[in-house]
């Protein structure tokens, strides 16, 4: 009996562990690939190029909020005010980051429990909250719940 209750321990204690393992493996390279996104975006909003319409074919500016990127913008913005532990909003941003973005938007991706000051400033009380600004900080159009790109874009105004 007492053998039976250790090796419960043991195998439950080896479940815990991969796991663990598991979680931190997958989480780093999401950071990894969200740097390289954002990275990537300011590239092309910095590019002395972005002017001569180099980059008028990009697949897609969809990627985590950062000011710069707001204040650099030269087209539509949409900022996407998710949480990492809402179900809709998990997928309305794996179904934007497969979308073809226009490339006369950006959406920027804000998590939702951390950007308090931002919530604050455009009075967002739920997570799942998308709201259309300039690049001077204005608010254009507020809406919830889109799940996809079509639906964001038909709130655009």
Not at 21 to 42: G, H, L, M, P, R
Request: with cysteine; glycine share 0%.
């Amino acid at each position: 009996m007492e053998k039976n209750l250790k090796n419960k321990y043991l195998t439950a204690l080896i479940i815990v562990i991969i796991l663990i393992v598991t979680y931190f493996t997958v989480f780093s390279k999401n950071v990894e690939q969200e740097s390289i996104d954002a990275i990537i975006v300011w590239e092309i909003m910095t590019d002395s190029n972005w002017d001569n319409n180099e980059y008028v074919n990009a697949k897609w500016i969809y990627t985590e909020y950062s000011d710069s990127l707001l204040a650099n913008a030269k087209w539509d913005i949409v900022l996407f005010f998710h949480a990492t532990w809402c179900p809709p909003c998990k997928a309305a941003d794996k179904n934007l980051s497969w979308s073809d973005i226009p490339e006369w938007l950006t959406i920027l991706k804000l998590d939702y429990d951390a950007n308090i000051d931002l919530r604050k400033k455009y009075w967002i009380t739920t997570q799942h909250t998308f709201v259309q600004v300039n690049n001077k900080w204005g608010m254009i159009e507020k809406w919830i719940w889109s799940r996809d790109l079509e639906s964001v874009l038909a709130k655009i105004k």
